[in-house]
């Protein structure tokens, strides 16, 4: 063995030890922009309760829409967030591609207000059941949501 592998050898050790030192030092957590987007759901809103999508609202709602947003407030804004634009920490928008009617169709609203959500698409946790709420009362909430959506270009 010759010197310059000593001192490989040497650089190597120093290098783990170093990264190691390193690890324990930064905090964990949230910090990072990897870390963070896959908690807070969308780039860039990571102060918590910040809404987590722009949401554009259309000129008008249907009269159906209207009853819709209003129980929306009600049963769900606490979570979803005003205008259904999601919370950092708390849940995602539903005026989002991943919500758009091809891939969430009306059913999967009134599933998750009768049975809850497995979380699965983010980091939020699950959704319990929604209490004392009836599926018309949800297929309201879905007209709400739809005319939201496109009004900002989801279909
Ligand atoms: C206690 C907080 C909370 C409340 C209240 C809440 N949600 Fe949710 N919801 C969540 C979270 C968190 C998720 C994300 C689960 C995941 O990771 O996919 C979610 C996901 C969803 C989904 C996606 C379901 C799927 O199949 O992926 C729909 C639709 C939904 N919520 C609709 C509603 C409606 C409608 C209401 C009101 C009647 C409501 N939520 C109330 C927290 C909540």
Same mark, same amino acid.
């Given at each position: 063995? $010759?010197?310059?592998?000593?001192v490989?050898?040497?650089?190597?050790?120093?290098?783990?030890?170093?990264?190691?030192?390193?690890?324990?030092?930064?905090?964990?957590? $949230?910090?990072?922009?990897?870390?963070?987007?896959?908690?807070?759901?969308?780039?860039?809103?990571?102060?918590?309760?910040?809404?987590?999508?722009?949401?554009?609202?259309?000129?008008?709602?249907s009269?159906q829409?209207?009853m819709?947003? +209003?129980?929306?407030?009600?049963?769900?804004?606490?979570?979803?967030g005003? $205008?259904?634009?999601?919370?950092?920490?708390?849940?995602?928008?539903?005026?989002?591609?991943?919500?758009?009617?091809?891939?969430?169709?009306?059913?999967?609203?009134v599933?998750?207000?009768?049975?809850?959500?497995?979380?699965?698409?983010? $980091?939020?946790?699950?959704?319990?059941p929604?209490?004392?709420?009836?599926?018309?009362?949800?297929?309201?909430?879905? +007209?709400?949501?739809r005319?939201?959506?496109?009004?900002?270009?989801? +279909?």
């Open positions: 063995m $010759n010197r310059t592998w000593l490989a050898g040497l650089l190597a050790v120093l290098g783990i030890g170093g990264w190691m030192v390193w690890q324990s030092i930064t905090p964990s957590g $949230n910090e990072g922009s990897s870390a963070s987007q896959k908690s807070g759901g969308a780039a860039g809103a990571t102060e918590p309760g910040s809404p987590l999508a722009e949401v554009k609202l259309p000129a008008t709602l009269p829409a209207e819709g947003r +209003r129980i929306f407030e009600a049963k769900c804004a606490t979570c979803h005003q $205008n259904a634009a999601g919370q950092a920490g708390v849940a995602p928008p539903l005026v989002h591609q991943i919500y758009r009617p091809a891939h969430h169709a009306d059913i999967a609203f599933l998750a207000a009768k049975n809850g959500v497995q979380a699965h698409h983010w $980091n939020f946790g699950n959704m319990p929604v209490e004392a709420i009836t599926e018309g009362e949800v297929k309201l909430i879905v +007209r709400y949501i005319e939201l959506q496109q009004a900002n270009g989801i +279909r």
